[in-house]
Nanobody
Framework: QVQLVESGGGLVQPGGSLRLSCAAS????????MGWYRQAPGKQRELVAIIVSGKTINADSARGRFTISRDNAKKVVYLQMNSLKPEDSAVYYC??????????WGQGTQVTVSS
């Protein structure tokens, strides 16, 4: 059974920073894609950033403020978020996809940006 477990969410003031982590466990191998999505109340889930076959793709909203990175040996993906804004508040989900196109989602971690 494959599990993706996120951590690092929480409440932060505007302009602050958070670092999200997502670790995979179980029978998941040859992970090609690792990324982060988010979903705010009443909105569709949207891409934040993803590393696809070694190439990083950032949403416009994340560019210049968020940095995605991965540790393949540990099966962990990170999202460093700086200069956070209230509109960044959402549940953040990590996503991983293997070379056989099997995709897995984490359970989500809440990020709230508020003064």
């Amino acid at each position: 059974q494959v599990q993706l477990v996120e951590s690092g969410g929480g409440l932060v003031q505007p302009g602050g920073s958070l670092r999200l982590s997502c670790a995979a466990s179980g029978s998941i191998f040859n992970i090609n894609d690792m990324g982060w999505y988010r979903q705010a109340p009443g909105k569709q889930r949207e891409l934040v950033a993803i590393i696809v076959s070694g190439k990083t793709i950032n949403a416009d909203s994340a560019r210049g403020r968020f940095t995605i990175s991965r540790d393949n040996a540990k099966k962990v993906v990170y999202l460093q978020m700086n200069s956070l804004k209230p509109e960044d508040s959402a549940v953040y989900y990590c996503y991983m996809q293997t070379d056989r196109s099997r995709g897995y989602w984490g359970q989500g971690t809440q990020v709230t940006v508020s003064s």
